[in-house]
């Protein structure tokens, strides 16, 4: 079985050609590793392969490890998984970045809560993209609004959009959700202009997410393998 630094050398590689393939440069896309359910040690691997932004979906969990790696220093963490209103504070004092902001109230919490001595944090609106009755995130049509209230907020900065299409091996599929999140953002930049990132493009369409213009790929099988959720507690 192939370690973590060769199945990230393997996706950095798939990132890489995708890039090319698009007239990119790799540069412009962050490979975030999302490592939910994985223990510390195995961040600590992927840490020592040079891997240094890592995503997280459960609260308890994340909080653990970021205590348990706090020597690693340089870590940027990515809270991407959902956020309930009484949960924001710990999300607001130990992450670098947010994905998954489909309210005003989650931003408004997470602005007042962040501490001062701390940098902004970043966030990204999530979106529903495919209008998808049970999946959280914003509608494209009120991202907009949502857009225009979350940037008068003083301790949070707007970069971009995050989206989890409808799963689909469809090459054709995939490129269409994630076209209309590329020209969402662009619909958005006239009044946003420091809007500079799309979250978009997981382990089975990745390549599809450069062609559209992703700039942050949130990768967690293709690195660590299938996901073992028995012990999970939210
Ligand atoms: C789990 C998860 C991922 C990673 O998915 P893989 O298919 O394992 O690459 C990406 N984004 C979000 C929001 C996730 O919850």
Redesign the pocket.
Known sequence: MPCIIDKLNSVQQQIDAAAAAAGRPASEITLLA?S?TRPANELRDAYAAGQRHF?E?YLQESLEKIEALSELNDITWHF??PIQSNKTRPIAEHFHWV??VDRIKIARRLSEQRPDNLAPLNICLQINIDGEESKAGCLPDDAQALADEIATLPNITLRGLMA?PQATSDPEQQANAFRRMQQLLTDLQPSHPDLDTLSMG???DMEAAIAQGATIV?????IFGP?DYSNTQK
């Open positions: 999302v939910k995503g979906n991407i998984g994905h998954s989890i997981m382990s089975g949130r990768i967690g099988t293709a996901r």
